[in-house]
């Protein structure tokens, strides 16, 4: 009964690394996708895929990026992080995309300092 | 160009007092209509859904029906609880083109007191 699991929770990055944002699911779902959250702008769209090997540029990708190779995972990669990408990260997968809702992780919480 | 717009907050009830979250979309197309809660440190979890006009989504209490005339999907209770305290979130989503994606408004925080 895991759904959709994204990994770490909580990270502090200095401005300029580099890391990982993992997400898995467990429910064969084709379609995943990343969201930011901040305050007063609620979720935009960084990535998303519509099956393995298939992403795409959402409304914000700017200093993201991603892959996709197995189903089950959908990581997303931040290049040289930014104060400007401290934010919460949603990883989401649906089985059917829009028309019927996705499935939300936990959420990861970012800062850069 | 495609939104969602919802009333902003907080909203502040009392414990057993009528709710209304308004929300009106801009899409093309024929969308589904969505509404997520969120509650603290959580991610956001399904809370209702309807695909076509004049469906009514229901769950928990809560309901909302799909207008098309109004483009409008107000999310209501009859009787909320303090436990219904969170953030909610009115979306709008397609099956086709775009990715599938689902298009946000920018949340309702509601706040139920005793």
């Known amino acids: 009964n895991a759904g959709v699991t994204q990994t770490p929770k909580f990270q502090v990055l200095k401005t300029g690394q580099s890391m990982t944002l993992q997400c898995a699911q467990d429910m064969n779902h084709e379609y995943m996708s990343w969201y930011r959250q901040d305050p007063g702008m609620g979720l935009r769209l960084i990535h998303y895929?519509?099956?393995?090997?298939?992403?795409d540029q959402g409304e914000v990708p700017n200093g993201y990026n991603v892959s996709r190779s197995t189903t089950e995972d959908f990581p997303l990669r931040l290049l040289s992080a930014a104060p400007s990408q401290t934010s919460v990260y949603f990883c989401?997968?649906?089985?059917?995309?829009?028309?019927?809702?996705?499935?939300f992780g936990s959420g990861t919480r970012l800062t850069v300092v | 160009g495609d939104s969602v717009t919802q009333m902003e907050g907080p909203v502040t009830l009392s414990e057993e007092a009528f709710l209304t979250i308004n929300c009106t979309y801009t899409a093309t197309g024929y969308p589904s209509l969505f509404w997520y809660v969120q509650y603290p440190g959580e991610g956001l979890q399904l809370l209702l859904k309807a695909t076509k006009a004049d469906d009514k989504g229901s769950n928990k209490g809560f309901e909302a029906t799909y207008r098309k005339e109004t483009t409008s999907f107000h999310l209501e209770k009859g009787s909320v609880q303090v436990s219904d305290s969170a953030v909610y979130f009115c979306a709008w989503g397609e099956g086709t083109g775009g990715g599938n994606k689902l298009t946000f408004g920018t949340g309702t925080q509601l706040k139920v007191e005793l």
């Open positions: 895929s519509v099956g393995a090997g298939i992403t």
């Open positions: 989401a997968s649906s089985y059917s995309g829009g028309r019927y809702g996705y499935t």
